[in-house]
């Protein structure tokens, strides 16, 4: 009777666990509108303004200083080669210094803006670099991704949503 009520115990656990990570999979967070930013533009790089900008893309928060940056980089670079949009902000950094690290590193932004007071950052209540946003087209957050970009993080949240905003057309 004992060894029953512990498989029970156990299969309900399973069960819910199994429930639980679909819906993590699945679920959306509620849209969010994009805060008006104030930036400057990165000196030597093109710049952008996200009023212009057309159809869903990716904002991506990032520092020449940040460690995990660089392991995202190429993901990026992937991510432009693929013709997904991404745009920069350069957060407290030195321009001398961003731009040393796209020279090294190769440049995945169709535009960069630099945040060198941080303010752009609180606005976008961004804790660390990276982080990247996915933005609709009609300039709601649609996903926010804390940490660098990895392949599961594109399969599981970065896709999905650009796929569900293609649809959305």
């Known amino acids: 009777m004992r060894v029953l009520r512990i498989l ?8 819910s666990g199994v429930l639980a990570w679909n819906w993590y999979q699945t679920y959306q967070a509620p849209r969010e509108p994009l ?18 900008v057309e159809g ?10 940040c460690a995990p940056c660089r392991i995202e980089h190429p993901v990026l670079l992937a991510l432009r080669a693929e013709g ?6 350069n957060w407290r950094d030195e321009p001398e210094a961003a731009n040393a690290f796209l020279a ?3 440049n995945p932004y169709a535009g960069i803006m ?9 606005a976008l209540q961004i804790s ?4 990247t946003l996915v933005i609709s087209r009609d300039g709601d957050i649609l996903v926010r991704w804390p940490g660098p970009i990895t392949a599961d993080v594109l399969r599981n949240r ?3 949503a650009l796929e569900r905003e293609a649809r959305r057309g």
């Open 158 to 160: 970065i896709y999905p």
């Open 35 to 52: 805060p008006e930013l104030v930036l400057e533009p990165l000196e030597g790089q093109a710049g952008f303004d996200l009023a212009e």
């Open 104 to 106: 090294e590193l190769g």
């Open 8 to 15: 029970a115990i156990l299969a309900i656990a399973g069960l």
């Open 128 to 131: 660390g670099a990276p982080e």
């Open 114 to 122: 630099q945040d060198p007071d941080g303010h752009a950052a609180l």
């Open 56 to 65: 869903a893309y990716l904002l991506n928060v990032w520092g020449s200083w």
């Open 84 to 89: 997904i949009p991404v745009y920069g902000i």
